[in-house]
């Protein structure tokens, strides 16, 4: 009998029930306390569950071949860890010769994506004559910007006025002049980088720490999880006991809805990859191998990993095609990933998690636009134990293998 069982018993009703509704949201509003304190370590949360959900499963796959459970961890945690360094070690040296390419010959590709694009809005004068107004507006901004301040009583002159685009004036027949507008973006891009540059290394910064600290945080833990498991199991019969009481069920439910999700996001990357490496090779772009193994890998980051695994393939066809190559690139990644987001995640997510795949849509959405990154990767998990455990009486919750 805890304490808290033989304080209720103490109390006369309501007294035992408000005390019971008191101790459960101080100790709810300690935990998410808590949590907002350690928001930092985050990722290195995430990561060491993500990487210990994976070796552990390994571990008891391996059970009826090798007795010893420590030789299993070591095995597991060796194949994993080569795994993953051997697959940076072969693209790592993929993606810089491709990077290099691009970088010696980027004013060639930036002057042909600039012509291409200013012969397509020849065709559409009005389109034209909007972007030359609006960039015409940010030259004189910045020029006023850049020049001395007007002395009181003397009259500014006026600046020359630029020829009118196509459109602007009736039967104006003049070439449409260049407008730069890739270059332009190119140059706003590597300006925003280069302001930030402390910013940008502390990102990489914490990300490679967290990544390494929990390769090694996740391998001790499947090591010593039985000792780890006892030790947790413990604090039940310790002054916060009621802590404990509260929490563990809760905590190792989410787990496991948690793990269900990674294994849907791992049937995603599989179904993206297959789907991307079709468009590779219908467009008979070089390492096919190399480029269907960084989507895979970064179909498990949200947002970004569609940037970073699209980018090689968008170079690759720049370089092979051109522009016109790049673009089409663009389009069809485009299109695999709205498959990839309107019918893949909500079935896909929709199967595992026991969800209905509008729910699972309207989630994502709405957990996205909240929350970014974060709310893509545990909108559903959370939602979903929400609604399946912890609303739900104990007998009513439904049990997750």
Known sequence: MTSEEQTEKTLPPPWDRIFSL?????????????????RPFLLLVFLTFVFAYIQAHGVEGLGHRVKSRTLRVVLVGLVFLGTLFATGFTLLPQVQQQAKQFLNNKDVYIADADKQLNAFLSDYPSIYSSLAKQKRALQEAGADDEGSPAQPGRAEPAPAEEPDAPGEQEGDTRPLPNLHLVRDLIDNIGKSLAENPLEIGQSVLTFASSFLLSLLFSFLIVLDLRKVTRGIKGLANTKIGFIYDE?????????RVLGRALEAQLFIAICNTVLTAACIWLMGLPNLLVLSTIVFFCSFIPVAGTFISSTPIALLALQGGGVSAMVIVIVMIVVVHLVETYVLNPQIYGHHMHMNPVLVLIVLTIAGKLFG?????????IVNYVFRHAIRHPAERPVET
């Open 22 to 38: 008191a101790t459960r949201t101080f100790v709810w509003a300690l935990l998410i306390s808590v949590l907002y304190i350690l």
């Open 247 to 255: 929490v563990a069920d809760n905590i190792a439910g989410f787990g």
């Open 373 to 381: 990154v974060w709310g893509l990767i545990l909108g559903i998990p």
